[in-house]
């Protein structure tokens, strides 16, 4: 998959105004990450909500998971972030001519 089909699949997932909120908070509260549970709380999604966004985050690269014992972590890769953030950004003001 080519990197512009990559981060076309990350603004799609952030096109969905829940999905935005997710990811917003999770890079709020940084590299510890949140729980789902914490998410739910934030933000009041219902659970099945949740965990189906939550997949399309990870499915877009946006969102890593790490499981502790019974705890689901979920936190903003930044990494992934940053290089979308790059795209979007890297011929700014460059001009459009031939």
Same mark, same amino acid.
């Given at each position: 998959m080519s990197d512009t089909n990559l981060h076309a699949r990350a603004l799609a997932a952030l096109g969905h105004d829940a999905r935005l909120s997710i990811f917003r908070l999770l890079v709020k509260a940084g590299h510890d990450g949140l729980r789902v549970?914490?998410?739910?709380?934030?933000? /009041?999604?219902?659970?099945?909500?949740? @965990?189906?966004?939550?997949?399309?985050?990870?499915?877009a690269g946006l969102v890593v998971q790490d499981k502790q /014992?019974?705890?689901?972590?979920?936190? @903003?890769?930044f990494d992934a972030m940053h290089r979308l953030v790059g795209f979007l950004t890297s011929h700014c003001c460059t001009g459009v001519g031939p």
């Open positions: 549970g914490e998410i739910g709380d934030h933000l /009041g999604i219902a659970p099945s909500t949740l @965990a189906h966004h939550l997949s399309a985050l990870v499915d /014992g019974r705890e689901v972590f979920n936190r @903003a890769d």
